[in-house]
């Protein structure tokens, strides 16, 4: 549930920002952003307000993340567990820890939604799996 006093809006860039710092500094994460996101700023903007929304009920964010994800090739597992490892430890260093628990159990159930639905997108055929703990 929204709690518009969890966090303020400056908690949240500033987790997204470094976040996305890092991914663009992956080697891995870093060529896929890349490819993908031609407008930097926009792409931070909309990440700022899609978390604005689920963790401060702000309703700034209106998209379906699940198709723009689904059109990536290749993806695994591993790649979407490298995602959450990163997004964990840029929120484990905010000083807003109430918000960091919180951001942090709802992107892995987003990163669990969108790889169950990148995987029955891509191989229909097959019993999608889950991604590990950890």
């Known amino acids: 549930m929204p709690d518009p ?3 303020t809006e400056e908690d949240i860039t500033r987790l997204i920002h470094a976040f996305y710092t890092r991914v663009r500094d992956d ?7 890349d490819a993908h996101i031609d407008d930097w700023s926009l792409h931070l903007t909309r990440m700022v307000d899609f978390w604005s929304s689920i963790l401060r009920g702000t ?9 723009k994800h689904i059109a990536l090739p290749d ?3 591993e790649l979407f567990q490298r ?3 990163l997004f964990h430890k840029t929120a484990a260093e905010q000083s807003n820890q109430a918000m960091a628990e919180q951001i942090c159990m ?22 999608p799996v889950g991604l590990p703990h950890g």
């Open 83 to 85: 995602w959450l490892k």
């Open 59 to 67: 309703d700034r964010f209106s998209g379906t993340p699940m198709p």
């Open 27 to 33: 080697e891995a994460l870093g060529p896929i952003f």
């Open 106 to 127: 709802m992107a892995d159930r987003i990163a669990r939604s969108l790889w169950m639905g990148y995987q029955i997108s891509h191989h229909p055929e097959v019993m």
């Open 75 to 77: 993806l695994n597992a």
């Open 5 to 7: 006093t969890l966090c």
